[in-house]
């Protein structure tokens, strides 16, 4: 029964979009797609490098604060890609986690390489975290009444877990005064899993430089990111929509797209952008070309992480760059 309810959590998203085009205009919808200006959406795709880049930079400092040397940025880059590729490929973008498995191919233990991907989300969230309270100004008149307490309640919730979580993992005394009080509570296999969590999260201190770097490398992703989407707006002339609206249903996407509900944001991307562009006198098809347009941005990470991954096979040895053998020599 788990399986299937599973299945049936992912085929939420999948439903949505299916009822949305079946209430849409079809030849309205096509008309829009083929007036795309060209120029933005072209521009969006090519900035893939820059945002790729910035992510393989945050995840090389999380590494390093764990206490392993890290790959070269440019071994990180390339495996970032793949994450891209297999999480654009699964429901919650679970299948990002295959990078521990090439960390540890280059020296990073199971443990933490896992751990280092979790932290790299959570920093992420952060961002997200506080566009989600923004959406609540953009947002909370599309709920109906009786439900907008509970959708502020768990907005909140979910940006202060978020906001408390990120740097208390990071700082060993709030971490080690939580772990404290949590370990004498348990017992057996949930004892000896969150001891074994312990062991991998001791090297981590907040130390303020790192932590300076991680947060401009976070905000450099989000800004990033937030180009790239800006750019589709463009490319449908969209450009009477608030910038905060935007940065609100963006944040809002984000975090639906990494709940088991759906494959690569399909259906749940398409909600929020019709109930935001109807706001503004906008059609149910301009919103589902501007999805269509997003689907365009993971469809090209699912392409290139795919290609990148036939050059980095898991479970080859890794080829070893000019940096990597000087930095090798030089520990």
Known sequence: ??????????????????????RSDLNALGAALVGVDL????????????FVWVKAWRWRIIVREQGYTPPSLH???????????????TPGQSGDFIKAWYLRERGVPLGPGLLSILLDRLFDFVIWAVMAVLSLAAFIDVFPAETRGIVQLATIGFAAAVLIATPGLMARAPREW?????LPL???????????????????????TPLLLLLLSTIGSATSTFVRIYLMYLALRLGDIPVLEILAATGLIA??????ISFAGVGVRDAVLIAMLQRHGHPAEIALSLSALFLLINIQHILIGFLVSLRYPPGETPPTTMAEMQQRTEN
């Open 39 to 50: 120029a933005p959406a072209l521009l969006s795709l090519a900035l893939m490098p820059v």
């Open 75 to 89: 071994d990180l880059a390339a495996l970032y890609a793949i994450g891209l590729y297999a999480g654009g490929i």
């Open 186 to 208: 348990l017992r057996g296999r949930l004892r000896a899993a969150l001891e074994r969590l312990r062991d991998q999260f001791a090297p981590l201190s907040l130390r303020f």
């Open 255 to 260: 975090i639906l797209q990494a709940l088991p």
């Open 178 to 182: 939580a772990l404290g009080l949590a």
């Open 1 to 22: 029964m788990k399986p299937l309810l599973r299945w049936l959590l992912r085929l939420i998203g999948p439903a949505l979009l299916l009822f949305f085009l079946w």
